[in-house]
Each structure stands twice: as C-alpha cells, then as structure tokens.
C-alpha cells in the first residue's frame, strides 16, 4: 500500500463522520463484514496508543479526556500505518478528519482525496443517550466530556462535511433509526450501481 507514489495505485478512502455516539463504529462494523473494508477508527487507534505506552500517550489521554482533538501528525503516523500493515487497498477512516487541520494535512502527506463521506446525522439527545448506556469504560463517556465533545463537533468536525459537501462528496444519512434500518440505507450506497435490483 503507497500513500504517496505517482506511479502506485492509490488505496479507496471513504471518511466516516458525524457526531459523537451517532453510530459510526457500529455501522463501520457492518461495511466490513459486507463490503471487504478495513475499518480504522482514529479514536480506536489513538486509545491503543495510549494502551501501548507510548511517549504521546499522556497527551493523547489528556487532549481525549477533555473532548480535544490530537495533533493531526500523530493521528495520521497512527493512520497511516495502519493503512500499510492491513495489506488491503479499502479504508473506512472512522472519526477522521476532525478539523480543518485534520484535513489539510492527511490531503498534503497522502495525497488521497476519499471516494466519498459517510455522514451519520442524529440529533444530539439520541447521541447523548447511546454513549451514556454503551458501558465500554471510555474515559471520555461521562456527562461533562460528552458536552465538550458536541461542541467540538458542532464548532471544528461540522465544517469539514460542509466543506466536502460543498464537492458534492457527502452521503448523508439518517442515524437515528434503528440500526438495521441505518445499515439498509448504508448498504445501498456502497452497494455497485450495476448490482442495484430495480423496483
Ligand atoms: N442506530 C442505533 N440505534 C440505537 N443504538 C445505536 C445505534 N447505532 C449505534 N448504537 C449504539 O450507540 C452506541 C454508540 O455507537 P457507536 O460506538 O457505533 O458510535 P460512534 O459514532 O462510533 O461514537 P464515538 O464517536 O463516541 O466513537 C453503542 O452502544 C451502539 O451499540
Ligand atoms: N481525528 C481524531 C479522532 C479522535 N480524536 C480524539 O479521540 C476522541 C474519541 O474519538 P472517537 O471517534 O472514538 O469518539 C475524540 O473526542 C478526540 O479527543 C482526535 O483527537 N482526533
Ligand atoms: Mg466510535
């Protein structure tokens, strides 16, 4: 996998957005299973770096507990290598990119540009109730982060789907059904157009 040659084929992107608790990594579970995707969630792999001892862990713990978003360097080194030890040319890039500068740099030190966005819109009461009964023990799931978190989504994560919405790059769906209902819709976009059965 080559993130920045001319010459190699450059691997399909597709940024999977929306609010905190909107379903994202539920959802991404289901793609994968359906679709041959590898699933990187930034906020996974940045936890696993906090787990792995890391000299950036106490910093990512920090910025992670109070809803702040890491310095896109270290998020893309951890993305990016990912990317080179799955050996598949498909990602879904779960909670990525966060800010402006989020974007601009994953744009300038890959070179990828994804397929399309994947946008999970749910109103923040049903966000705010399936993170506080997900039980995973994240540290950033209790009452007072949760609020930072959807204002740093609203006030940084928000204007990036508008700006690739702005490209005609968003998919936007409906997150607050059921999740099979949100998986049905999920499904037909990343379903082939020549696979579609007409009805
Ligand atoms: N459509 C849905 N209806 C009800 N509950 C859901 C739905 N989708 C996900 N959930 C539940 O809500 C919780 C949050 O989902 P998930 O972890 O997938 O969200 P996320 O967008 O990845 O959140 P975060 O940004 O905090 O990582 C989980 O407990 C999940 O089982
Ligand atoms: N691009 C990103 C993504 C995440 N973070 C930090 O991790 C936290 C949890 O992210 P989830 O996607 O798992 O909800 C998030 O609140 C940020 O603190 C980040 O810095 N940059
Ligand atoms: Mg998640």
Known sequence: ???????????TVVFVLGGPGSGKGTQCANIVE??????????????AEIKSGSENGTMIQNMIK????????????????????SGN??????GFPRNEENRAAFEAVTKIEPAFVLFFDC???????????RNQGRED????????????????????????DSKGKVQKVDAAKPIDEVFEV??????????????
């Open 123 to 133: 109103p923040e009461e049903e966000m705010e109730r399936r993170i506080l009964s």
């Open 66 to 85: 109070e809803g702040k978003i890491v310095p896109s360097e270290v998020t893309i080194n951890l993305l990016q290598k990912a990317m080179q030890d």
């Open 141 to 164: 799931d209790n009452i007072e982060t949760i609020r930072k978190r959807f204002k740093v989504f609203l006030e940084s994560s928000l204007p990036v789907v508008e700006y690739y």
């Open 34 to 47: 359906h679709f041959g995707y590898t699933h990187l969630s930034a906020g996974d792999l940045l936890r």
């Open 89 to 94: 040319d498909k990602f879904l890039i779960d």
């Open 186 to 199: 999920v499904k037909a976009i990343f379903t082939p157009k020549d696979e579609k059965v007409a009805v």
């Open 1 to 11: 996998m080559g993130t920045a040659g001319d010459s190699e084929k450059k691997p």
